[in-house]
Every structure is written in C-alpha cells, then in structure tokens.
C-alpha cells in the first residue's frame, strides 16, 4: 500500500483536490471492475486494509521524527448514551492526552451519542496542522483535545444552545444568526417536519385512494344507500359493482397463495448448518425459502389492503344510511334518493348526470332500472310525492320537502370530530387510571387510536366524496361538495404527486439533514465538515470506527432483522451484510447523525414490531436515520455517464442514476392516473369515459406491479426496484423483512446502539488485545446491562469468551456484580479469542469506565467552565481563583458556585436552567434529555468528573502497555 503522505500539511490546496479525484476515480474504477457483484471477504479484503492502513498510519509519522511505531497500541470504544457519554467520555479522552497516550490508539470506535465526540475529535484533528517534531506531539494532541472540549461545551446544547450567556452571533462558525434564534428554527424545522406527513398523505394517498373508490365503486355506494328495503344494502354492493365479486375471489387467491407459501416456508424449511459453519447459498431450499417469503409477505399485505378496502367501503356506506335513519331523517334520505332516481341520475342545478360514465357499470344503471323508479313511485316529469305520516293529508311534494329542508340546512350531519376526540380523551383517560393495574394498556390505546382515526377519517373523506352530490352535507361543518372545483383541486393536487414522489426521500428527511447540520456547526472545528478520504490520509487521527442498524434485512437461514453496519475510511459493512469499499466523499457528520439516530426511528423500526409503532413514524415524520448507499459494483454506462460530472456532484448524481427508473416508472404512473381522471371527470363522450377509464386501469396496475416487483428486488433485474424511496417506504411501514443472501443497494440506517450500545462488539470481531470501554450508557443502579448484552452476543457469535482476571474459574458475571457492590472507578476482565479447539488462541483485556459518583468523588462544589488554558496546563480552578468565564453573569455565577455537583439537573440548555428549573434526575445521570441537550455547566462537570475518574484506569493501562 503506497504512502499518501509527506511532512507537508495535505489538507489544503490544490493537492488535496487532485488527491480527493484521485481516490474518488479509483473507488468507482473499483466498483467497476467487480463484475461478478461480489461483496468483500472479511479475512481476505477486509481486516488486511485495516491493519495495512493502521501500520502506514504509524510508519507515516516518523516523516516528523516521531518513534513510536514499535510501541504498544491500543483501542478505545465510546458507548452511546446521547450528549451526556460525549461529555463524561471527553474527559476521559483529556485524561489520555493527559498521560500521551492518545498517539498510541490504533483503533478509536464509538456508537451513537460516542460518534459525537469521535466526529468532533476527528474533525479538530484533520484541521490542526500536523506536528513538525516528535516534542510537539504529546502538546498537539492536549491542544486538540482542549479545542474539542471547549467547542463541545460553548455548543452543547446542540438544537437550542446557550443563548443567556452567549446571546450574539458565535463566532466560531457554528452558525450564521445569533443564538436566541435557535429555538425558533427548532420550532419552525420541527412543525415543517412533521406537516409534511399530512401534506404527502393528502397528496399522495388520500385523494387518489378516494378517488379511486368513487371511481369503483361510487355507484354502488349510491345504489346500495337508496336501495329499498326490500334490497338490503349488502346486496346492492355486490350486485351493483363490478368489482366486488372480483376483490372477494382475488382476496381469497391471496390468501391461498400466502398460506400455501407459509406451509413450503415450514415444510421445505432452511437447512440446518452446523455452528460457525457457512451455508451453502446454492441450496435450492434457501431460494425456495426466499421466494416463499416473498410471494408470503406480497399476499398479506395485498389482502389486508383489499380487507381495508372492502371494509371503507362498506363502513362509509353503512354509516350514510345510519346517520339519516338513527336520527330519525329516513324520509329525507328516502327523498334525496327518489329526486337522483326520478331525475335519471341528476342532480338540481345539472341537466347532465352526475356520472355519465355509469353506462361502464351497468348498460341501465341502476336509477332508471324499474324496481328502483316504482319503489320510489317517480312520475313521467320526474317527480315524486313523499309520504311523511306527521302531515294531515300524508303526502307532500318530494321535491318542496326535500329543497326545503336542505336550504335551512335541516339535515343530519356526519358523526361529528368533537364526538371523536372526546371518545379518544375518555379512552386516554381511562388507561392513564389503570395504569398502575394494567400497564401495557396505555401504550396500547396510544398505539391503536391514530390508525383508527385515521381511518375514520378517511371514511368521512369518502362519505362526502360518493354522497356529497347527493346530500350536500358539510364536511368540517362548512365545505360543501361542488362538483368542478372538487375535480380541478384533485387534478391540481395529484399532478403536485408527480413532483413530491420523485423527491419523497428529500422531503421526508428534512429532519436528518437539520440534525446533520446542527451536529456538524456545533462540534465540528470551524463548523466544516469532512470526509471519509480525510480520515483515511491523515496519519495522526486514529482508525475511526462507527457503528449504525440496518433494520429489515435477514440472510435466509436467519430469522433476526437487525444487523449492525460499521462505518470505516475503507469499509462500510459487517459480517451480515457483507462488505462495500467506503466512498471518499462520504460525510462525517452524516455518518455521526445515522450511529446517533436513537428516537422515534430507532424505536419504531429496532425496538418494537409492531405496525402501529411504525405509523406513527410515517405520521411524525421525524427520521433521524436516512437511507444510504450500499453498492459493491457499478455498470460501465453509469462509470461513463460520471465521468462527465465534477468530483464534488457525482455522489449526489449516483443517487438520482440509481433512482431514474423507478422515478421515471412513478412520473408515468401518476402521469396517466391523472390524464385518466381527467378524462373521466372532464369527459365530452363516452370514448372518453372508456380511455379515462382505461388510463387508471393502467396506471393502478402499474403501481401494483412495481410494489410486486420491489418485494423480489434480490433478482438482477429487479435491483433498480430497491433504489425508490416510495416503494422503500411501503416495505418499512408494513415491516417487510427483506431476507436474501445479499442486501438490498439502498439501506435504512438508524441508531448503532440497537444491538450493541458499548461499540466493542467491532473491536472484538478484530481481536483488539487491549481495549479500553468508556461506558456512559444511562444506568443509574450501575446493572451494567448494555454491557451484559454484549458480552453474550459476543458468545452468541462465537467471537470470544470473558474471564476473571484474578480467578478465572469464576462466572464473569460475579465480576461485573462486584462493580455494582462496591466503590471503585475502574475494573478489567480478560479476553479469550478463539471458540474452537482447531482455531489459533490469543488473550486480551477489556478495561471499563463507567459513569458513576463514587463516595470519592460526593460532595464536590461546581467549579467554573472548562477553558484551553485549564485543560492544556493542567491549572484546576474553581469561582474564586477564576477570573471570567464565557460571558459574564453575576447572579448566575453566585447561585452555582453554592451549589455541588449531585444538584445539578433540570432539562434546559441554558446554565440559567440550573437556578429556575433544575428539577427532575440530577449529576451524573440526569434526565431522558441528557440524550439530546446539557447546558454548558453539566458538560463541564461531566467532563472533569470523566477526566478524573479515569486516571487510575488510564495508569493501569499504561503501566500494561510498558
């Protein structure tokens, strides 16, 4: 492997662009030449770089005198834990620069809120000009960590910062407004974010699915609500529709299909394979499994659409007629009917039929039939008398009562939302009282009363649809149907979908790319961020490693969704999912953002399994994980088409290269559902009503075969299908488990923590002899569960075993209770690599920081904010010996410095948060917002309580490593 560096600083100028073409060149020439789509060899490809990078990295040095090289590494794993494990882990960082040994970290590993302080470590690292001897290097390091701590505590409130201190602009690149402009952008991004949700449903889902009912079967819906009694209504919808009898037998075919594949599933089932044995992906059972699992999940999710279906259909009809005949208006539904019956089909106002393309449904529709004229006793000039027994005379004009009536808007109207939401209220209430009884039964009601209401939501939305022409009942208490500008507001609107589907992914992660920027102003040096390239070429920033989840994806003979993807400068990957070269122009705060994706997302897609869950992550709309690239080749007319774009864009039009088919494949679907509703709304003959009809034949077909298609997007030719965030879309919102030997090219990553939240899972899979845990995972009770999790997917996988140290007869599960027993700031176990008898052995150790307050550490007053001078010289200070801190503030300084540290709490930002809210869990732990926000003071003391907690830790490993 060549070296990439001299003592010159590369990160500038014209040398680093040419470098970055250069690498980016060879990457995709790379992802040309595997022609076979081959994902990369862990033993061969993989962990060779790895290692053969590591060792140019330390060879690279000695260009500054530096002689190191024969020296003893180790490698360091920040835990997540949010914003509160960065704070408490960049202590314990300014504790190894402390001692120098942060040049001697081979491999620097971290999982989401870690991955904060990894990516501001890093950033500061490649922005710092390289050290020219090899006495410059312990001082360069402390200054980078000092740079790093400081800019993460003058930021550390991340979306709403400190602006009671700092009011002004900062002047450190983390932002262009001041600060007290923070939380309005918060607000203004996080109301934009999650109207969207509404926005693309309306567009996309609610007026097109509306439409298409009234299209299928409106005129059985009116057929079926003024079917005489003698009728019913359910024989008037099957009878009246030509698609009903057609949707029971298809519905019926699904669910042969679907239970015929679940039985091949159980019957042919996987073979079985011995442990640490790789399975034979020829076997044709496993291709008969992954068929069966698809044609399984296509079917089931197919029948419940048509189950949903049938039912709106049925429900919105049935709820008509109840609405006028609970509350007792019966003869008023009996005259609506009888003046669109008698009137052939019109309505007042309209010489032409409501629909004139109802000749497709029937060649007599159903209103000129004779059983409905005679059951309403229409006259030749198209009136009716009315029977009402209240009259004296009992009879009345049909069409006075009728007009009279609905001009004093005297009619009933649809069940009303204040009904709903009370309904939902009194539910809501009743399960927070039981909640000590029955506790899953909160969450329950939560989770179950969105969908429901979206549903009756939806059946108001076709009720006033199908009957609106007919009844002219309000929807919302005041729109009332008109026929034209109904029809143009939904031909505007779908037309809209041509231009929202294609940029569905952009839309929908709004919230990701304001969580990126927020990330990469605030603790990035400069607020710039960088490259995967960058961190490759730089020999003084450690191996960085990150972890993320991909949710939705299984091997064939696995059955567990959830796979770990690590992040390198070489590699993006795991052991799962197989192996992809790392693209040189992937971002660092990007990749920070997915390992620390840990709220809704990560809960709804790793943590929970169930639908409902995931309907609220469509509806919120805020996805802090997004999709990325996952391509082990590329085809030569892509590598020809980007040759022609810069360096800087050919990311970004790989992106929309992959998606142009299905992108083109949804514009023409949208393209001719509109074209056929217009035809069929704005028709001029019944050649119109044929072709419009027709059109959304196609288009409904269209779509139906792309989402078949996208379920077996593990065939070649089906590949492209994996590309649309659409398609994507209904596959994660139904929990669709993709289970092939080869992942899908476009993966969801969210949080890193889901599987493994203390990050050494990766360094034990790359046999790390010495690895330092810095576990700052919420655990107050110190149960150490996280770590406990770990340690047995390590054994599940047969990566390595654990021991005790001192007696390793004894459980290692005796050890880590031991912690929780006593006092201590540090404690170690061994690591035995190797499962089996015929594989080579080796022997590691496994040191573990935790985020406690040792009776040591109690009682401690709060000291001032952490400057440069404090952190590099080692000078502690506290509010008598410090002269000034970030801005002045008197009152504020006065009620700190008489407070200790176990008193400091509160969910606030700001420091002033300490003196007028400082409620809820307090130091070291505090509340669920130390995930996402501290104030500057609780970083601070965080910090210095991890900086000191370490240092017997930090000795211990230094005097093993000498």
């Known amino acids: 492997m060549e070296s990439h560096w001299s003592g010159d600083d590369i990160h500038l100028g014209d040398a680093w662009a040419q470098e970055l ?61 949010g914003i509160r494990a960065a704070a408490f882990q960049s202590g314990v960082l300014w504790q190894l620069a402390d001692a120098g040994m942060i040049q001697d970290i081979e491999y620097l590993a971290a999982v989401s809120g870690g991955g904060y302080l990894l990516s501001a470590f890093a950033s500061h690292v490649l922005t710092q000009e390289s050290p020219h001897s090899e006495t410059e290097v312990h001082g360069w390091y402390r200054a980078i960590i000092a740079k790093t701590i400081v800019r993460m505590q003058r930021n550390v409130g991340n979306f709403v910062r400190d602006f009671w201190r700092l009011p002004g602009v900062p002047s450190d690149g983390a932002g262009y407004f001041p600060r007290v402009c923070d939380l309005p952008f918060l607000l203004l991004i996080f109301f934009a974010t999650i109207s969207t949700g509404p926005i693309l449903f309306t567009t996309s889902v609610l007026l097109p699915a509306t439409e298409l009912i009234e299209v299928y079967f409106g005129y059985a819906m009116r057929a079926a609500f003024c079917a005489p009694e003698t009728l019913g209504l359910q024989w008037a919808l099957l009878n009246h529709s030509r698609y009903a009898t057609p949707a ?26 011995k442990p640490g044995e790789e399975p034979n992906q020829k076997d044709v059972r496993y291709t008969v499994h992954m068929i069966s699992h698809s044609l399984c999940g296509v079917c089931n999710r197919f029948a419940a659409a048509l189950a949903i279906l049938c039912a709106l259909v049925w429900f919105a009809t049935f709820a008509e007629v109840l609405t006028y005949d609970l509350k007792g208006w019966s003869a008023l539904r009996y005259g609506i009917c009888a003046r669109y019956t008698c009137r052939n089909g019109t309505i007042p106002g309209n010489a032409a039929p409501l629909n004139p393309c109802d000749f497709l449904e029937h060649d007599i529709p159903w209103y000129m039939q004779n059983r409905f004229q005679e059951s309403f006793d229409c006259r030749k000039d198209g009136t009716f008398m009315l029977h009402l027994p209240q009259l004296k005379s009992h009879l009345i004009e049909g069409d006075l009562y009728v007009t009279r009536m609905m001009d004093n808007g005297r009619q009933p109207r649809w069940l009303d939302i204040k009904v709903i939401i009370f309904i939902i209220i009194a539910v809501l209430a009743a399960s927070i009282l039981l909640l000590p009884f029955i506790p899953s039964l909160f969450p329950a009601v939560v989770l179950t009363c969105g969908p429901l209401l979206v549903l009756v939501f939806i059946s108001a939305f076709v009720q006033f649809r199908v009957f609106g022409p007919l009844t002219q009942q309000p929807i919302l208490n005041f729109v009332h149907y008109q026929k034209e500008t109904w029809d143009l507001t939904v031909i505007i609107l779908c037309g809209l979908s041509c231009i929202t589907l294609p940029f569905l992914r952009e839309i929908k992660s709004l919230w990701h790319h304001y969580y990126v920027r927020c990330l990469q102003q605030n603790f990035f040096a400069h607020g710039q961020d960088r490259n995967m390239l960058e961190l490759k070429l730089d020999p003084w920033c450690p191996f960085v490693l990150v972890t993320g989840t991909v949710n939705d994806y299984a091997r064939p003979n696995e059955d567990n969704s959830i796979s770990e993807i690590a992040f390198t400068p070489l590699h993006v990957g795991s052991s799962k999912v197989g192996y992809v070269p790392s693209p040189p122009s992937r971002s660092l705060a990007q990749i920070t953002a997915l390992t620390g994706a840990g709220c809704l997302d990560a809960i709804s897609l790793s943590m929970q399994e169930h639908v409902r869950v995931r309907f609220w992550l469509e509806v919120l ?29 050919r990311r970004g039009c790989t992106w929309w290269m992959h998606r142009s088919v299905t992108m083109v494949l949804l514009f023409v679907n949208t393209v001719l559902f509109c074209c056929g509703l217009g035809l069929y709304r704005f028709q001029e003959s019944k050649e119109d009503c044929r072709l419009g ?17 996208s379920f077996f997007s593990y065939f070649k030719y089906f590949h492209g299908f994996a590309f649309s965030p659409v398609l994507r879309q209904i596959q994660q919102a139904t929990r669709f488990v993709t289970k092939s030997w080869r992942p899908p090219n476009m993966l969801y990553v969210t949080d890193g923590g889901v599987q493994d939240c203390t990050a050494i899972l990766q360094l034990l899979q790359r046999k790390r002899k010495n690895i330092l845990l810095v576990l700052a995972a919420s655990d107050p009770t110190d149960d150490l569960a996280v770590l406990r999790t770990t340690m047995q997917t390590t054994r599940h996988q047969r990566i390595a075993s654990f021991y005790d140290l001192k007696d390793s007869r004894r459980d290692v599960n005796a050890l880590l209770d031991d912690f929780k027993n006593s006092d201590v700031h540090f404690f170690k176990m061994g690591i035995r690599y190797g499962w089996n008898e015929d594989e080579p052995h080796s022997l590691g150790i496994l040191w573990i920081v935790k985020n406690r307050l040792p009776q040591s550490f109690a009682n401690q007053m709060v000291r001032p904010h952490l400057d440069e001078e404090e952190i590099v010289f080692g000078q502690p200070k506290d509010y008598q010996t410090s002269e000034s801190d970030d801005s002045e503030d008197p009152t504020a300084d006065e009620e700190l410095r008489r407070m200790q540290q176990e008193q400091l709490g509160g969910f606030g930002c700001c420091d002033c948060c300490h003196r007028w809210g400082n409620c809820g869990r307090k130091f070291p732990h505090l509340s669920f917002t130390g995930y996402m926000w501290l104030t500057p003071q609780l970083f601070s003391s965080l910090c210095r309580l991890g900086h000191d907690l370490s240092h017997s830790a930090v000795m211990d490993i230094k005097q093993s490593l000498s």
């Open 693 to 709: 009809r027709s059109l959304v034949d196609c288009s409904v077909l269209l779509m139906l075969a792309a989402i078949i298609m």
């Open 248 to 273: 029971l037998i298809v519905f019926a075919l699904l669910l042969s299909i679907s239970s015929t594949s679940w039985f091949v599933q159980r019957i042919a089932g996987v073979p079985s394979c």
């Open 621 to 649: 709309n805020l996805a802090w994980g997004d999709f990325i690239l996952f391509e082990p080749s590329r085809t030569p007319l892509m590598k020809r088409c980007l040759s022609y774009v810069p360096t800087s864009m």
């Open 21 to 81: 073409r250069q690498e980016t060149d060879r990457y995709e020439e790379d992802l040309l030449n595997n022609e076979q789509d081959r994902f990369l060899e862990w033993e061969k490809d993989v962990l060779p770089a790895e290692q053969a990078l590591i060792e140019q990295k330390f060879r690279a040095r000695s260009a500054v005198g530096w002689k190191g090289e024969g020296r003893k590494r180790f490698s360091v794993a920040l835990s997540g834990g």
